[in-house]
């Protein structure tokens, strides 16, 4: 179903790597309500993906850029303003990595040239990507930024490893330039703390299977998915929530505020 939210508004989507991705999901849902995007994402991850079915899908151009890199961000955003013809209302920031959880590192055991790698990927991108919008003016006033976390980085979840951090992080980047965003530029800049989903980064959490279901059985209304997510974007894309900012917001069935459920108990009287 379309409601036209996104009618006339330009963007920029990163991270979409195939059907699975959150980002995938989300430049669907921006496409149906009438948004135009750029999509964008890490050379080397363009050729193990699939982005140019979902270019196609989309009537939109890719853009490579490895969002580490500020002169590919640079370019990025400049050939998106002309492409588009204009100024920006959306960004999507939807990229996470950590190589200690790749290479199977524990917390407790890590390479710090790993952690800082999986840091600027997975965090520090996100200010790298306001930074070059913010300075090439290239943000639309009541435009709105969103990137994807978990609530990992506020409780403990021994698995998701130096990932946690890299996402407390990411929130208070958020906050931060979120605040210069606004005062400046009128823009607005939000993260989604979504529920576990079943993606190529999300597998790569140890014990991820059984973890979907603790969370799915702990959610009165179940996972969040990954369409769920890109509703929720498009909501934050439109004007409807023109006054939201510096917020991290919870998109995850009600779990983060759970303790304990009926469904849990009955597992454990098992
Ligand atoms: N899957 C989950 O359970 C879950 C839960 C909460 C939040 N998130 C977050 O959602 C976001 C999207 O992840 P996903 O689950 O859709 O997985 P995904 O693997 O489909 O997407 C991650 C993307 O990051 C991109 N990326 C990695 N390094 C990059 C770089 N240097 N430059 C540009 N792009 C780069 C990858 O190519 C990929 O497209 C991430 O921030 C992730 O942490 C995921």
Redesign the pocket.
């Known amino acids: 179903m379309s409601y036209n939210l996104l009618k006339g508004k330009r963007g920029i989507i ?5 059907a ?5 999901k989300t430049a669907e849902r921006v496409f149906e309500e009438g948004g135009t995007f750029v999509l ?3 050379p ?2 363009m050729r ?2 699939q982005i140019d079915e979902l270019a196609k899908k989309t009537n939109s151009e890719i853009i490579p ?5 500020i002169e ?1 961000l640079e370019n990025l955003v400049a050939k998106a303003t002309e492409i588009l013809g204009g100024k920006l209302d959306f960004v999507l ?5 950590s190589v200690n959880v790749r290479k199977g590192k524990h917390y407790t055991d890590q390479n710090y040239d790993w952690t800082a790698k999986g840091w ?3 965090a520090v ?1 996100f200010h790298k990507t306001m930074q070059t919008l913010y300075k090439q003016d290239a943000m639309n006033e009541w435009g709105s930024i969103v ?5 990992a980085s506020q409780r403990v979840f021994p698995n998701y490893n130096d ?1 946690a951090d890299n ?1 407390a992080y ?1 929130e208070s980047i958020a906050r931060s330039f979120g605040y210069f965003f606004g005062r400046d530029k009128k823009v607005r800049v939000n993260t ?14 140890k014990g ?1 299977d059984d973890f ?1 279901s603790y969370a799915d059985k702990m959610s009165p209304l179940g996972n969040a998915t ?1 369409l769920d ?1 890109a509703n929720y974007t498009v909501s934050l894309f439109s004007d409807l929530t023109k006054r939201v900012t510096l917020q991290n917001l919870y998109n995850d069935g009600g779990f983060s505020n759970m303790g304990v459920s009926d469904a849990l108990i009955e597992k454990f009287s098992e």
């Open positions: 990163f991270g979409a790597l195939d699975n991705s959150i980002a995938w964008t994402n890490a080397i991850a193990m993906g850029a490895d969002a580490t890199n590919d920031h939807s990229i996470g990595m600027d990927v997975s991108s990137a994807l976390t978990y609530m990932m996402k990411l989604i703390s979504q529920s576990p989903t079943a993606t190529t980064a999300g597998q790569g959490v991820f979907i990954a997510c």
